[in-house]
Each structure stands twice: as C-alpha cells, then as structure tokens.
C-alpha cells in the first residue's frame, strides 16, 4: 500500500470512527445519594469525551471542579452544590463545547488574592451555560479569554456589601462574539463587566440593586446591547473607552446618588443610542469625550439631570428625543459650542407657541437652565431648588441671558410628545 | 372647658367668617384646580402648587394676623379685664386665627384634591398640606410677636412684611451668595444648616424630597443625604419646625403676658 | 371694697402715679377727674389688672391683685370704645362673655332696658356707635358684679339711652355696688358722684365730696373749683379778666 492509500484509510477511518465513537461509546454518568456516583467531582473525573453527567437533586458539598474534557453537566430537580466558601466550583479549562445547566451554585469563597467563581471559563470556546441559579459568590460567572459563549438565563444574586470584598456576576475578559442573554443579576459589584470584548451581544437581562454599575464596559468595540433593564445600581451603567457601540431599547432607572448616572458615556465614539428610556436617576446620561454619537428617540423622565454634555463631546445629535417632567433638561460643563445639536425634540418645561401649526414650536428651546449652571459651581445649592429667590434669578435670566450658554438650543422642539 | 378653648372657639368663629378667610379659600381652590386642572396630573403640578403655598401661606398668615392683632387691641383690653388668664388669652386667640388660616387653606387645597387628584398622589398631598398648616402657624405667632412689639400699626405692618420677604427670598440670596464665597470649603453640614434655620426653606426642601429626590438626593453628597433622607433627619426637620412655631410663640406670649396695656 | 396702697407706676422712665394712697367702700360712686397725663388712666387701668404697678399693692375685698386673676370675676368693665369682633353677633358676644365668666348673667332684663332686642342677631359690624355702646354697658353689668368701672360711659350715647344709663348707675350704687366713673362731663359728676377723686401729676390732690371740693377751693362752681386746681395762674389771670364763661370752658376741654 502506498503512502496515499495509507492516508486515505486513516482519513476513513477517522471519519467513521469520531462520531461513530460519539455515539456509540458517549455514556450517561448519574450522580445522587444512591446512585453509582456520589460525588460530581468524580463523576467528571471518571467521564471521557462526550459524556453527559446527569446530577440529581439533593445538596453537594464540593468545591473546585475542573472540567477539562468535552462534557455536559446538567442538574436534574435543582442540584445544590455548596462551596461552602471554600475555592470556586466548576472551572472550564482550556476544554471547548462544554455545557453547564440547571445547577444550584452557594457560598464561593471571597479572597484578596484570588477571583474565586462559581463558573469560570477559561480559554475555552463554545461553551454554554444555562439556566442556573449562582447565589452568594464573590464572582458569578467568570469568562477569560474564550470565545463563541453563551451564558443564558441564569440568575446570579449575590449578598455583596462593600465594593472591595465582592466580585462581579458576569465577568468577561478578553472574549469574542458572547452572548449574554435573559440573566438576573443582583447584588454583586458589577452586574455585568466587559473589558476588551467585542461583537457581543447583551440582551434581555435584568441588572439590578448592584453597589457599582449595572453594566460596567471598558474598551469593548463593537458590540450589541438591547432591552436590558438596569435599575437602582449604585452608579448605574457605564460605558467607556469603546467605539462601535449600539444601545437600544434599555431601561435605564432610579439610579441615585452623588456619582450615579443612568449612563455614563466616556470617550464613546462611533456609537448610537436609541430608544432608551431613562427614568428618575440623578444624571439620566452624562458624557464627556465622546464623539459621534446619535441619540435618537429616547425618553427621559424625571431625572435630576436628563442629559449632562460636557465640552469635550463633539458632533453628538440629540434629535427627536422626548424630555420630560426632568428637574434640569440639559447642562453642559463648558462654554464652549462644539459641533453637538439639539433637534426636534420634544421638551415639557418648552414655553413657547406654535402659531404656524406645524407641530414645532417657533421660538427655540433652550434647555440650560440658570440654575444648573450655579450648580456646577456650588452643588451645594441644590438645596435652593424652586426657591423664590433662584426662580426670580430664572426670571432674570430668561429676559437678559448673560450666564448661560447661549448655542445650546433646539431650533425645531416638538410640540408633541415623539412616539415611534 | 379649658378659658383658652372658648376664646379658640369664638376667634375661630370670628376670623372663618371674615371676608378674608372666604377669600383665600377660594384662591386656593381657583388657583390650584385650575393648575390641575389644565395639567396632566397631580404630581406634575405639585412643584408650582408648592412655589405658590410658599408664597401665599406666609404671606396672608403675617398680613392678617398683624391686622387681626392691631384690630383687636380694644376688644382684648375688654377681655384682659375678664377673669382669664392673659396667656390663656392670647394663646387661644392665636390657636383661633391660626387655625382658621389653616382651615381654610385645607379646605381649598383638599376640595381640590377630592376633585382632581388621584389616591398615588396622597402623600404628596399630605406633605403640602403638612407644610401649609405648619407655615400657617408659624407665620401667625410671627405676626403676633410683631404686633406687641410694636404698637405703631405702619411700624409693625413694614416690618412682618420685611420679615416675610427675607424668609420667602433675601434669606436664600444670601445663603447662595454665602456657598459661593466658601466654595472651596465642605459645605453639607452649613447647607443643612442653613436650610434648617429658615421654614420656608425647610417647608420646600422637606416637598422636594418627595417630589424631586432624583436630584436632592443625588448631587449634594453623603451629609445632606443622609440628613433629610433618614428618619432622624425627618424628625430633627420636624422638630425644627415646630421650634419655629414654639419660639415666636413664646415669645409673643411672654410679651403679652407682662406688658402694660 | 378697694384699697389702693403708694402705687407707683412709671412708663418709660416717666413717673405717672407717685405713690398714690386711696381706699374706696360699697355703695358709692367716686368720680375720677384730673387732667389728662394726671394719671387717672393708669390708675384704673391698674385695678383691672391691664397695668402692672412697679411698686404699692393694690387690694381688692382684702385680697392683693397681683399674680391674681379671678378678682375681676367681682368687676364689671365698660371701656370707653366699644370694639367687637366684627363677624360675631350681639347674642355671640354676650354668650362668649358669659362663657369666659363661667356665670350665668341676666342680659335679658338689660337689651329689654335698652330695646336692643330686634339687633341680637345683628353682626356686630353693622351696629352703630351707639348702639355698641349699649352693647358696652350691658356686658358690664350683667354679671352683677361688685364693682363696676365705667370709662366715659356717655360717650356716643343718645340723651334717652344716656339718662338711662345714670339710672342704671345710680341703682346699682344703691343695691351696695362700688362704682368708679371718670368722665368730662361735669354735670355727670354733680348728678352721680358720692365722692370726686383727684388726681394731679400722679398724686391724689383731693378725695371728698362735691360739696367739700367746692369749700377747699372757695368756689360756688364745679368748673371754677376744678379749674382753679389744674391751672391756678391762668384761672386767676381769667378770673380778673371776669370773662370766665367762654374761656374756662375752652379750659375744660382738657380737664377730665
């Protein structure tokens, strides 16, 4: 036989052989209190390639799982394992196409040195992880340098109290192409936190009650988040030092705080922002060196500050957004004009007319208040907030402008409420 | 029956006759339902219904009462020659026209509230009514304390409305003139401070902080948060109050107590 | 009844009683005449209790007034301006009153006296002058007080109502009431007064009847004796002149 025919025999056989060992040598692996497996951790020991591990329910003090051959683990009737902080529990490592679901996951220990997590994926692609429910670990689900994942529906609550002694829910770094889809996530330092990611997708998820952002984004281009809700996190939703971002259709809510944003935008390029709705936070959306950014049909509601634009953003277009019932519409740290524009908007402090009926009002809006411009410089005197005294100085203004910036204004606000 | 409650009984009725008491109970049904009536709710009109108490409440309550006070000087040499105690006397006069003010005031805001306003909206509506009574109350012992300091009516009426001017604006100028001159110092304790000694600004901010807390609670940092946002904040707010309340009060009543009609 | 002992009384600094001594029993009226400034004023108000004495004690049926209240329960007061609360009615006014006393009082007899009966419903700012006046009158007798002080008690008065009013005071003297009048009208004092007290520069110049002031002061005349008191060198410069009738009355304006 020649080298050829050898090497089309092998190829053969190759082909025949994998997935024909698939099928017909993968195995079920049960774990419970009476079944041949007691332990997870040795029923991942004992597994070979293709395996399923079946857990049943029932409460597993174990801790530091590695898996580190193509598997799937899948709780049946919501296993408990219990780390009883000691380590992490499963670590994916170097393995890809692995599946983690249905689990029960407590008490990962909290440590200075080092990222304890329920999950942690590390250089590995494909994975999945599903459906499972992580309660009261330092970090949740802990993604480095693996692509192509997907963490789904999983709810990770944790009981974190200071900033310093408590890890993120969802943690990425260095990973491509994830999608992080319908989690719930509470009570950790980040709800989610993305650093060097890119051409993910976040979706659906509820991020809520976290001491520091509900979204924590830092140098991730390129990537999707949509109709998440991030709600009463200490500083809300931060996105920085990124281009390519979309935001759609998030609900951004009751952030409060001296440094809580609903979102804050630094050094955002390249990026749009639609159809969010921003309610009762103390700086609805604050940007600083940000650039090209189109904020388009989004409402905001009852915010101490709707939209803080410092003087360092360019060409930002702020057009057909609804501004509504907010304590200060606009406020803008530098008298400077920049090339940002205010549009169509609908504005519901605008005073003015619309005589030519053409559902925009005819005299611009200027949505700089007097006010708010003294507050940037004595924030204290919030305190003065409706007194007679700073409105009678609103009045004053109003007539004689001498204070506030006179080329932010919407030439064309809506008359109507914008709906889309 | 206590000698106090009858003369509450009889100012009461005296003053919620008047034309005055008539007259501002119809402003603030006029004022304030049409507010809400060409508003979207109640929550949205809240703030001006707020700038509006602010303004009104101190204002007719210093006014009236000084007038009450001046007018009335005769029929009290009358009374005080009655078998009653003088500071049961002027006690009960002042519960009366306090009261009558307030009631009047409720009356208004609360027809308004029966009409316009929706069951969410009730704390909201609580706290200005609070606020109101409160203001009412202050503003009238004020008035009084004026009054028998100074029998000279045109004296005494410059004065209450000097009064009511520095606490509804100087007193605010100043404060904001005062955080700009020390900007480079922690100010949240002076702030609060500040805020606590005037009513007016203290009847505002404890509103706001129901109607604005977004923006109250956020910017001015840990103090002033924790001040007006805990329970001990709102009971120290309370009890500055009715200290404003209490101290014109006394000292009106002291006044009147020892002074030679 | 009352017994008044070197009250002192300053305003300002401004000495107005210096030690004034009097006593005054049941059943007389005493008339309080002297200038204005005399201090006649304070001294009654003193009595009511409306001026703290800075020095003396005043007693009143045996008992010290001061820090004292119920005493004015034995007193009935007619101001001399009848001021009400304008949006209560005369029938409000005499139950406020009779409230505030805690006694029944008769006001039945009295309107009926002074045929206010068709204005009990009346608002008390639409009554006239004189009318509040009776009002005045009856809110200080109806209680049947032991002591009655009337402040210019004919001032706004109608003749008939006025003449009334003497009658009313003139009875009550006899059912044993000690009643203190002041008034400027002389008249008033020859037909009522029991005893004159007068005052000058916060003193009592003279207590005694009528008849005894006319003998201290050698006068046939009230006007002329009383005159002759407050301002002896312009009574005496008038008496040469002998054109006492027009000028001594001009006097008078101020004398009571």
């Known amino acids: 036989m020649n080298s050829f025919g050898y090497h089309i025999i092998l190829l053969l056989f190759t082909a025949l052989s994998l997935p024909a060992g698939n099928f017909a040598f993968a195995k079920d692996l049960e774990v419970c209190n009476t079944c041949a497996w007691t332990s997870i951790k040795q029923a991942v020991e004992a597994a070979e390639e293709g395996d399923r591990i079946l857990v049943r329910s029932g409460i597993y003090y174990e801790n530091s799982i590695t898996i580190n051959k193509k598997i799937s683990l899948s709780g049946k009737g919501n296993p408990v394992i219990d780390a009883g902080k000691m380590n992490g529990i499963f670590t994916i490592d170097k393995t890809d196409s692995v599946l983690i679901e249905g689990f029960i996951l407590r008490n990962v220990e909290v440590s200075y040195r080092k990222d304890f997590a329920a999950i942690k994926v590390f250089r590995s692609n494909y994975c999945i992880i599903r459906n499972n429910s992580i309660e009261n670990a330092f970090f949740g689900i802990q993604l480095e340098k693996s692509d192509y994942t997907s963490v789904l529906e999983n709810k990770v609550v944790g009981e974190a109290i200071k900033e310093a002694s408590s890890g993120n829910a969802i943690h990425l770094w260095y990973c491509n192409n994830a999608s992080i889809e319908g989690n719930y996530l509470q009570g950790h330092r980040d709800g989610i936190y993305f650093e060097f990611v890119s051409s993910s997708v976040i979706r659906n998820n509820r991020s809520t009650g976290n001491l520091r952002y509900g979204l924590h984004f830092m140098f991730s281009d390129n990537n999707l988040y949509q109709e998440n809700t991030f709600s009463k996190n200490g500083a809300g939703v931060a996105v920085m030092y990124s281009k390519g971002i979309e935001m759609t259709g998030n609900l951004f809510s009751d952030n409060w705080g001296a440094a809580a944003y609903g979102l804050l935008l630094k050094d955002i390029t390249d990026s749009s922002i639609r159809r969010n709705t921003f309610s009762g936070n103390t700086i609805g959306v604050h940007a600083e060196g940000s650039n090209r950014l189109q904020v388009e049909q989004n409402t905001w509601t009852r915010n101490g500050w709707a939209f803080k634009i410092m003087g360092s953003c360019d060409e930002v277009k702020i057009t057909e957004n609804n501004f509504i019932s907010n304590t200060f519409e606009v406020s803008s740290g530098a008298a400077r004009a920049g090339s940002n524009v205010f549009d169509g908007n609908y504005w519901s402090s605008y005073t003015g007319y619309d005589l030519d009926k053409d559902g925009s009002g005819d005299v611009p809006h200027r949505p700089v208040k007097l006010f708010s411009y003294l507050l940037e410089k004595s924030p204290h005197a919030i305190v003065l907030l409706r007194s007679m005294f700073t409105d009678l100085l609103e009045l004053a203004e109003k007539v004689t402008p001498v204070l506030t910036p006179e080329f932010i204004k919407d030439e064309n606000p809506s008359i109507k409420i914008i709906k889309w | 029956m206590n000698n106090s409650l009858k003369i509450i009984k009889y100012t009461f009725y005296d003053t919620l006759r008047s034309w005055w008491a008539i007259l501002y109970f119809m402003f603030f049904l006029l004022v304030t339902g049409g507010l809400l009536y060409f508003s979207a709710g109640f929550t949205h009109s809240v703030a001006s219904i707020l700038n509006i108490i602010l303004f009104i409440v101190p204002l007719v309550s210093i006014v009236f009462g000084i007038m009450y006070y001046y007018n009335s000087r005769e029929f009290a040499l009358l009374l005080m020659a009655q078998p009653l105690r003088r500071r049961q006397l002027f006690l009960g006069q002042y519960l009366g026209l306090a009261g009558s003010l307030s009631l009047s005031f409720l009356a208004g805001i609360g027809l308004v509230f029966l009409l316009f306003g929706s069951m969410e909206a009730i704390g909201l509506l609580l706290m200005l009514m609070f606020a109101g009574t409160v203001l009412s109350f202050i503003f009238t012992a004020v008035a009084l304390w004026v009054g028998v300091q100074y029998e000279d009516r045109t004296k005494g009426f410059g004065i209450a409305i000097l009064i009511w001017l520095f606490a509804l604006v100087i007193y605010d100028g100043l404060f904001l003139a005062f955080l700009f001159v020390f900007e480079e110092y922690p100010l949240e304790k002076a702030a609060t401070g500040f805020s606590i000694l005037n009513p007016v600004d203290l009847a505002r901010i404890m509103v706001m902080l129901r109607l604005e807390s977004a923006a109250l609670l956020g910017f001015t940092g840990a103090v002033f948060n924790k001040f007006f946002g805990t329970v001990s904040g709102i009971a120290v707010s309370g009890f500055a109050m009715l200290l404003w309340v209490f101290l014109p009060l006394q000292s009106f009543l002291r006044k009147a107590g020892n002074k030679d009609f | ?256």
């Open chain 3, 1 to 256: 009844m009352i017994r008044i002992e070197n009250v002192e009384k300053s305003f300002r600094k401004l000495p107005v009683l210096k030690g004034v001594e009097v006593e005054m029993e049941k059943g007389k009226i005493y008339a309080f005449l002297g200038p204005n400034g005399s201090g006649k004023t304070t001294l009654l108000k003193s009595i009511l209790g409306l001026v703290k004495p800075d020095k003396g004690a005043i007693y009143i049926a045996g008992q010290d007034i001061q820090k004292n209240w119920e005493y004015r329960r034995r007193i009935g007061y007619m101001p001399q301006i009848a001021h009400f609360p304008e949006n209560l009615n005369v029938e409000e006014l005499f139950r406020m009153i009779r409230d505030i006393r805690e006694m029944k009082g008769d006001n039945e007899e009295l309107v009926k006296y002074f045929q206010l009966e068709k204005h009990l419903k009346s608002p008390l700012k639409t009554l006239s002058g004189g009318m509040k006046q009776k009002v005045n009158a009856i809110l200080a007798l109806m209680f049947d007080p032991e002591i009655l002080i009337f402040d210019e008690p004919s001032t706004g008065l109608d003749p008939v109502s006025h003449l009334k009013l003497k009658q009313l005071i003139l009875r009550e003297r006899d059912r044993g009431k000690t009643i203190l009048i002041t008034t400027h009208i002389l008249s008033e004092v020859g037909e009522l007064a029991d005893e004159i007290i007068f005052l000058l520069d916060g003193k009592i110049f003279f207590q005694g009847t009528t008849e005894e002031l006319l003998a201290s002061q050698e006068e046939k005349n009230l006007e002329r004796a009383i005159a002759k008191i407050t301002d002896r060198e312009e009574f005496e410069k008038l008496a040469k002149r002998e054109q006492h009738t027009s000028a001594v009355s001009r006097l008078f304006h101020w004398v009571a």
